[in-house]
């Protein structure tokens, strides 16, 4: 599976983005499809998932600003972000896996080359 995440930007505090990850390759309906994001000296932190059947999960911190939804026809996962904070900056990645929702990056097979988020205070 190869990943293309776009979508990433400069952007206000309380605005929007919506990061988008086109998958090609192998079976992309079957996948579970997480994004996470890294700040600069951090570690990768998961943000949210999405399984095959449409259960979700995501980090406590952006529960109600964020919505994960995928297009199968498109092979392609969003990451809707509403409400965005400074502390969301970061650049994001895509990654997909196999079987259940895991938000441990290692537990991904597949990632995607990241995007740039900035949220200017």
């Known amino acids: 599976v190869q990943l293309q995440a776009s979508g990433g930007g400069l952007v206000q505090a309380g605005g929007s983005l919506r990061l988008s990850c086109a998958a090609s390759?192998?079976?992309?309906?079957?996948?579970?499809m997480g994004w996470f994001r890294q700040a600069p000296g951090k570690e990768r932190d998961f943000v949210a998932a999405?399984?095959?059947?449409?259960?979700?999960s995501y980090t406590d911190s952006v529960k109600g600003r964020f919505t994960i939804s995928r297009d199968f026809a498109e092979n392609t996962v969003y990451l809707q972000m509403n409400s965005l904070k400074p502390e969301d900056t970061g650049v994001y990645y895509c990654a997909g896996r196999s079987s259940y929702v895991t938000p441990r990056p290692a537990d991904y097979d597949y990632w995607g080359q990241g995007t740039q988020v900035t949220v200017s205070s």
């Open positions: 999405t399984s095959w059947s449409g259960d979700t």
């Open positions: 390759g192998r079976t992309f309906s079957t996948y579970v």
